[in-house]
């Protein structure tokens, strides 16, 4: 299978999913990795890898300025639908079978949602899905929270743990089937900073073994 990696970042976690593809890990390939941010270090990571590793995946920008809004309602939240357009394109431009956001830091709607996400009324099954989210932190408890921002809610809450987790993307952010969630003690005298870089570590460790069980599930139920 053709999995697509979409970031906003640097791409640590998205490095770590590709060498688990290269080591077997996982039984699919990444074929294309997307970024809304042309310049995201997340293209330079994938550059690197395809050197030392004799791949040849994708690298493409999309986002708003390349694909803006139209018309004359106001631009909602998210993606545009020219971007969510063009991201169907390309996915079926690679025979994309499952799409992983990994610190992609838009709102998912549009066409898009409607052909790769989980819809309740539509879907029997979580495994119909076919765009799945990393979060880093418990969720409902920190829905429509990201990065650092995610830990700091984890600590104002007075939890005694955060979560990694894994969960399809559905109408509403952070609103979908949850599909697997890593404990992570919080530790006295955390700061946000601390216990997210524990987050990060867990999601790189856990992530391909989330997303190859995902698949494993998915194969048995077609």
Do not use: W
């Not at 104002?156 to 990694?164: K, T, V, W």
């Amino acid at each position: 299978m053709n999995i697509a990696i979409m970031g906003s970042g640097s791409g640590s976690t998205a490095e770590a999913f590709i060498e688990a593809t290269i080591d077997g890990r996982i039984d699919a390939s990444v074929a294309v990795v997307i970024s809304d941010h042309p310049e995201a270090g997340l293209f330079d990571r994938v550059e690197r890898l395809n050197k030392e590793h004799r791949l040849s995946i994708k690298t493409i920008a999309v986002n708003a300025a390349l694909f803006p809004h139209e018309g004359p309602e106001p631009k909602p939240r998210g993606i545009t639908d020219p971007e969510s357009e063009e991201l169907v394109r390309l996915m079926l431009e690679h025979d994309i079978g499952l799409v992983g956001l990994m610190g992609y830091m838009r709102v998912i709607r549009g066409t898009f949602l409607e052909q790769f996400g989980y819809d309740k009324d539509r879907h029997s099954s979580m495994y119909e899905c076919r765009l799945l989210n990393t979060h880093p932190g418990p969720l409902p408890e920190t829905a429509d929270t990201f990065g650092v921002y995610t830990s700091q809610k984890v600590l104002d809450l007075g939890l005694a743990q955060s979560r990694h987790t894994l969960h399809c993307v559905s109408a509403g952010v952070d609103e979908g089937p949850i599909i697997l969630q890593t404990p992570v003690p919080v530790l006295d005298g955390d700061s946000a900073e601390d216990l997210f870089a524990r987050v990060q570590l867990i999601e790189k460790a856990v992530l391909p073994l989330a997303f190859e069980n995902f698949l494993l599930a998915r194969r048995k139920r077609t």
